[in-house]
């Protein structure tokens, strides 16, 4: 930019340098984690009460949840979609091997403590897929919780049936 600017395509030439100069800056990719002896890479998702340590490697698509197949473990259809949208949403279906355990909450919980431990693993395994997760919600933890119950109350927001006589 020193250089005196005389015509428009030596304008043209120091925007595009300028761009690039700051698209460099301000996307920073961070290195992926270390592996692990088994090739594997760590994460920890959570929701709900739920907590679920969650392992990934390069594989065939299996999902293990606590010993047992995604199928046995989960019944609904629905809670198995959930588990597999960060693949979906990133194009990486049947490419890792899911290895996890989870405790806590229910099963919905579960689910999506699973979901949310599987996005952080693929970032931490593939850090150019992050915008993808990211703008779909997957690296957010969901911290919506149950409420407490209160005293004087049936639930945590419900009264007594109240009765006039």
Request: glycine content about 8%.
């Amino acid at each position: 930019m020193t250089d005196t600017i005389k015509s428009f395509e030596d304008l043209k030439q120091a925007t595009e340098t300028t761009v690039v100069a700051e698209t460099e800056t301000t996307t920073k990719i961070r290195k992926p984690k270390k592996k692990d002896a088994q090739g594997r890479i760590y994460a920890t998702g959570k929701r709900k009460d739920a907590v679920a340590r969650v392992w990934i490697k390069a594989g065939t698509g299996n999902i293990t949840i606590n010993g047992r197949t995604i199928e046995n473990y989960l019944p609904r259809p629905v809670l198995r979609m959930i588990i597999n949208q960060p693949f979906v949403i990133t194009n990486r279906s049947g490419q890792f091997d899911v290895f996890c355990t989870c405790n806590g909450g229910g099963l919905s919980g579960q689910a999506g403590a699973i979901r949310h431990g599987i996005s952080k693993a693929l970032n931490d395994y593939e850090p150019e897929l992050r915008p993808i997760l990211k703008k779909n919600g997957f690296l957010t933890r969901d911290s919506r919780v149950v409420e407490r119950k209160k005293y004087g109350r049936k639930k945590a927001r419900r009264s007594f049936q109240f009765s006039k006589r």
